[in-house]
């Protein structure tokens, strides 16, 4: 769930959000919450230190006693994950109280290798927008519980005043069955020296109800 330096993943089973956590029976519910993509940072013994919100905002963070698979962070590391948590007093400061964390598709693209194919498979993209330094997006992907290569790749034209990234998608060994849902953030501070103020961000996919498209904003 960190951000890795990796261009592509091999998706084994099912592509839906990998939920971290488990409630403790099918008849719970959770109180009320608040889901959206963070960012968790753990210290030097690997423990989630802190949360941070997309505006700029930090918490403090506990886990609920329903949040029962802590999974294993790596010590000071930034994870960007899919939060469902509710912000709640801890005498004089407000704690974020964590219920569950999804898994999220966050590298930092980079171009294929000389001689490598781009797979463009088509997939649905459910929404798409800027937030806390990121491109972040929710696709659908139709998938049984075969293979799929994904990720984000730099296909950044020469002489393009800023960056362009495609969705990286290959249908390895599976069949088409079920609309599965796949959360996808893409880092751009690694790319803040080509994404100044006027300059151009593109994010290409290939939709099965709308072909080849591009959505791009201005920095």
């Not at 194919?117 to 993209?125: A, F, G, R, S």
């Not at 751009?188 to 080849?212: A, H, M």
């Amino acid at each position: 769930m960190g951000v890795r330096r990796h261009t592509m993943l091999t998706m084994v089973a099912v592509l839906a959000m990998l939920v971290c956590s488990c409630e403790r029976d099918d008849d719970y519910r959770y109180p009320s919450v608040l889901t959206d993509y963070v960012c968790l940072a753990t210290g030097a013994a690997g423990k989630v230190e802190r949360m941070l919100l997309d505006n700029g905002t930090s918490y403090p963070v506990n886990f609920a006693d329903t949040y029962e698979k802590v999974p294993a962070f790596k010590a000071d590391t930034l994870y960007r994950v899919v939060g469902v948590y509710e912000l709640s007093a801890a005498g004089q400061e407000v704690e974020a109280l964590i219920y569950s964390v999804g898994s999220v598709l966050s590298t930092i693209p980079s171009p294929l290798p000389e001689g490598a194919k781009m797979h463009q498979d088509p997939v649905y993209l459910q929404s798409i927008w800027l937030s806390g330094g990121y491109l972040n997006m929710v696709l659908e992907v139709k998938a049984l519980n075969g293979k799929h290569s994904i990720g984000f790749v730099d296909t950044t034209p020469t002489g393009m005043n800023g960056k362009e990234f495609t969705f990286y998608h290959e249908v390895v060994d599976d069949v088409e069955a079920y609309r599965q849902k796949l959360y996808g953030s893409i880092p751009l501070g690694p790319f803040s020296e080509w994404l100044q103020q006027g300059d151009t961000l593109r994010f290409v996919v290939n939709q099965y109800d709308k072909g080849i498209s591009t959505y791009e904003y201005v920095m």
